[in-house]
C-alpha cells in the first residue's frame, strides 16, 4: 500500500490545518442542533420517560447490557447516553453536543482513511501532496456536511449511529495501518490488527448495522490495497491468509445478527414474510439503493419519514424506475471493473452496507430513512475526493496549475452549500412541532398525521388533536393503535364513551390489543365501574403478561375497593415486570390511605430514586412526614415538588400549610 509521501514542515503543519478545518466547518453545520430538545420520535420512549439509562451503577449497566427497547441491542450506545444524564442530567443539549462532536471525530476519521484509500489508489500523485489531502479533505466534507447526516446527528436516539460509525471508522483505520505493516508477521504480533477487531466489537455493541464491516475490508482488499485478487490471485498462500483473517470479523458479525433480529422482532419491528412478500422486499431494497444515491445528489425535500404505503405495486414506476438506475450502475460497475475498478469497488461497498436495513430485513413502516445512509455514503464521499484529485490533475496537465485552482474553488462552492442545507436542516429538528410539520408538507402520512395529533393532545388543543386522528385513522382503517391513541385523547376530554367505541374499534381490528383493553379499563376506572375495569386488566395482562403499567392499575382500582393486600400484589408484579417509579408511588399511596406512613415513606423514596423528576412521589412523600409531625421534613419535600414542578398547586397549598405549622412564613 502507497504511504503519505515524506511532507515539508509547511505541509506538516497545513495538512493539521486542513483537518481541523473540516471538524470545524462540521461543528458548525450542526450547531443548530445543540439548541434542540427531546423530540416526539422515540426520544419520549427511550429518555424522557425512561429511569433506567440514567446513571452507570450496576442496575442501570445490568438493564444496558439486557435491554432491547424498541426492537435494538445497543449497550454500548446506552452506556454513552448514562454517561451523559451523569454530567447533564435531562437537559437535551448535552446531549445533543455529544452527538455532534462524535460526528466531527467522525469527519476526522473519514478524512485519514480517505487519505490512506486514496494513496494506496492513487500513488503516482503522492509527490504532490496538496491535490492528495485537499482530496480526502473533500471526501471528509462531503461526507460531513451533508444533509442527509442530520437525522443521525440532531436526533437524540440516532447516537448509535454517530458512535457505531466512529468505530467502524477507527476500525478501518487500524486495518489499512496494519495494511502497511510487513506482510510476513504473525497475526498475533499485529497490534493494529487487533485494535481494528476491537474496535469493531465495540461498533456491533453499539449498532448492529456495522455487521457487513468483513465485506468492507475484503472489498478493500481487492481495491485499493490490491492485495486479493488480480496478479495477486485468489487462492494462494498469500492470499489465504487474508481470507482467514477474516474470521474472527465473520464470528462477530455471526454472534450479533441473531440478536439484532430477536431484538427487532421483540420490538415488532420487523415485518413478517406474510405482511410483506418476497417481490415486495426486493423492491423496496432496489427503491432504497437509488433512494439514496438520488438523495446524495439532490437533498432536497428530505424528511424525518418517508411512509411505506401498502398494498405495494412492485411494477409501479417509482420502483422500475429505481431498478433501472440500480441496473445501469451495476452494469457500468462490471465493464468498468478494470479501467475504473474504484467505481465497482464503492458500489459493492454500498449495496453491502445497505442490505441490514434494506426491504429484505424491513424494519418498520418506513421505506427508506435518511439515517440508513450514514455509512453507506462513505465510499460515494472518497470515490468524489478521488474524483477532485483526477479533475485537478487533469487541468493542472492541460492548463497549468493557476487554473486548476478552479476545482477547490468548485469544490469549496459544493461544501458551502452542503452545509448550509444541512444547517436548515438541522434547525427543523428543534422541537416536535417543527419536525411533523415539515414532514407533514413534505409527506402526509399516516404517522405524521400521529404524532402531530399527540403533540396537539399534549398542547391542550382538542380539535386539532381530533382532525389529525381522523385523517391518520382514514389513512390507515387497519392501524389498532392509532384508534387507542385517539380514544385516550377523547378520555382526557371527558368523552369517555366515545372513548370506548375507539377502544372498542381497536380491537375490532386486533382482537389482541393490550393497549386496548389497559386504556378501556382506565375509562371505566374513571367513572367508578371497578368491576368492568380489573375485567379489561386482567385481559390485557393475559395478552401482555409484561405489561407492568396495567398491573399497577390494575392495584389502583383494588386498592379503591379497599383490597389492599390484593393491590399491593399487583404493585408487587408491576415491580416485577419493570421497576418503574408509579408502581412504588402508587403502593406508597395505599400504605398512607392505611395509616402506615413510614412505609408508605419507602416506596415514595424509592420512587423518586427511579424517576427524580416524580414531583408526585415528593408531594406524598411530604403529606407523610407531615402525618407524623415531620414538619421541617415535609418542606423540603414540598418545595423538591415545586422545583420540578413550579405550577403544582395541591404542593403549593400542602407547603404553606406546613410552614405554617412549623411556625414559618408561607412562601409567596
Not at 460531513?144 to 466512529?166: K, N
Not at 462477530?252 to 415488532?268: F, H, N, Q
Not at 371527558?494 to 372498542?504: M, T
Not at 403499567?549 to 393491590?567: C, D, M
Request: charged share 15%; net charge positive; with cysteine.
Amino acid at each position: 500500500m502507497a504511504a503519505a509521501p515524506a511532507a515539508p514542515p509547511t505541509w506538516r503543519r497545513a495538512r493539521s490545518w486542513i483537518v481541523v478545518g473540516a471538524v470545524v466547518a462540521t461543528f458548525i453545520a450542526f450547531a443548530p442542533s445543540v439548541l434542540s430538545q427531546f423530540v416526539d420520535w422515540d426520544d419520549l420512549e427511550n429518555f424522557t420517560v425512561n429511569p433506567f439509562y440514567r446513571g452507570l451503577d450496576w442496575s442501570h449497566l445490568k438493564w444496558m447490557w439486557t435491554t432491547t427497547l424498541l426492537g435494538h441491542y445497543v449497550p454500548v450506545t446506552w452506556m454513552t447516553l448514562g454517561a451523559d444524564y451523569l454530567v447533564w442530567g435531562m437537559n437535551p443539549a448535552g446531549y445533543h453536543l455529544t452527538n455532534v462532536v462524535l460526528h466531527c471525530a467522525n469527519v476526522a476519521l473519514v478524512y485519514l482513511v480517505a487519505l490512506r484509500l486514496l494513496g494506496a489508489a492513487m500513488g503516482a500523485l503522492a509527490g504532490d501532496p496538496l491535490p492528495w489531502r485537499l482530496g480526502a479533505a473533500f471526501a471528509a466534507l462531503v461526507f460531513g456536511v451533508h444533509p442527509l447526516r442530520v437525522e443521525s446527528v440532531a436526533w437524540i436516539t440516532e447516537r448509535r449511529d454517530v458512535l457505531s460509525g466512529f468505530f467502524y471508522l477507527f476500525a478501518i483505520l487500524a486495518y489499512l495501518r496494519d495494511a502497511d505493516a510487513e506482510p510476513g508477521r504473525s497475526i498475533r504480533r499485529r497490534a493494529w490488527y487487533w485494535v481494528a477487531l476491537g474496535s469493531f466489537a465495540l461498533g456491533l455493541l453499539a449498532k448492529a448495522m456495522v455487521v457487513t464491516l468483513p465485506l468492507v475490508l475484503l472489498v478493500l482488499d481487492v481495491y485499493p490495497l490490491r492485495r486479493v485478487g488480480g496478479a495477486r490471485g485468489w487462492w494462494n498462500a498469500e492470499t489465504r491468509r487474508r481470507w482467514f483473517e477474516k474470521l474472527p470479523f465473520l464470528v462477530g458479525s455471526a454472534v450479533v445478527i441473531p440478536i439484532a433480529l430477536v431484538a427487532a422482532r421483540r420490538g415488532a419491528n420487523l415485518v413478517p414474510i406474510a405482511g410483506l412478500g418476497i417481490a415486495d422486499r426486493l423492491a423496496i431494497g432496489v427503491y432504497g439503493l437509488a433512494f439514496y444515491v438520488r438523495k446524495m445528489v439532490a437533498p432536497l425535500g428530505l424528511s424525518p419519514f418517508y411512509a411505506l404505503r401498502t398494498p405495494l405495486e412492485p411494477l409501479g414506476a417509482p420502483f422500475v424506475v429505481s431498478g433501472l438506475v440500480v441496473a445501469g450502475v451495476t452494469v457500468a460497475a462490471i465493464r468498468l471493473r478494470r479501467r475504473w475498478p474504484a467505481l465497482g469497488a464503492a458500489w459493492l461497498v454500498y449495496v453491502g452496507t445497505l442490505v441490514p436495513v434494506s426491504g429484505v430485513f424491513q424494519n418498520g413502516p418506513q421505506i427508506a430513512a435518511d439515517r440508513y445512509s450514514y455509512l453507506p455514503s462513505l465510499p460515494w464521499a472518497v470515490l468524489l475526493g478521488a474524483g477532485a484529485i483526477v479533475a485537478w490533475r487533469v487541468w493542472s496537465e492541460r492548463r497549468g496549475r493557476a487554473p486548476a485552482l478552479a476545482v477547490p474553488a468548485a469544490a469549496a462552492l459544493v461544501v458551502i452549500v452542503l452545509a448550509v442545507l444541512t444547517w436548515l436542516q438541522a434547525s427543523l429538528w428543534r422541537d416536535s412541532e417543527r419536525l411533523w410539520s415539515h414532514a407533514l408538507a413534505i409527506d402526509p402520512s399516516s404517522m405524521v398525521h400521529s404524532h402531530l395529533a399527540n403533540l396537539r393532545r399534549q398542547q391542550g388543543r382538542w380539535a386539532d388533536a381530533d382532525e389529525h386522528y381522523r385523517a391518520a385513522t382514514s389513512m390507515r382503517p387497519d392501524a389498532a393503535h392509532l384508534q387507542v391513541n385517539w380514544g385516550i385523547a377523547l378520555a382526557q376530554q371527558g368523552k369517555l364513551g366515545e372513548a370506548v367505541n375507539r377502544y372498542r374499534e381497536a380491537l375490532r381490528i386486533s382482537p389482541r390489543s393490550a393497549d386496548a383493553h389497559h386504556h378501556w379499563g382506565n375509562a371505566l376506572f374513571a367513572i367508578g365501574e371497578l368491576d368492568e375495569a380489573i375485567g379489561h386488566y386482567r385481559e390485557a395482562v393475559r395478552i401482555d403478561p409484561d405489561a407492568a403499567e396495567v398491573y399497577s392499575n390494575w392495584g389502583r382500582a383494588l386498592a379503591q375497593q379497599g383490597k389492599r393486600n390484593a393491590a399491593i400484589a399487583m404493585y408487587r408484579e408491576a415491580l416485577r415486570v419493570a421497576p418503574h417509579s408509579v408502581p412504588h408511588y402508587n403502593w406508597g399511596n395505599a400504605l398512607f390511605a392505611a395509616g402506615e406512613f413510614e412505609e408508605a415513606i419507602q416506596h415514595y423514596r424509592e420512587a423518586v430514586g427511579i424517576n427524580p423528576d416524580a414531583a408526585e412521589a415528593y408531594n406524598n412523600w411530604g403529606r407523610a412526614l407531615a402525618q407524623q409531625g415531620r414538619w421541617d421534613e415535609a418542606i423540603d419535600k414540598y418545595r423538591q415538588a415545586l422545583r420540578i414542578r413550579p405550577i403544582y398547586p395541591l404542593a403549593s397549598a400542602n407547603l404553606d400549610e406546613a410552614l405554617a405549622r412549623a411556625g414559618r412564613a408561607p412562601a409567596r
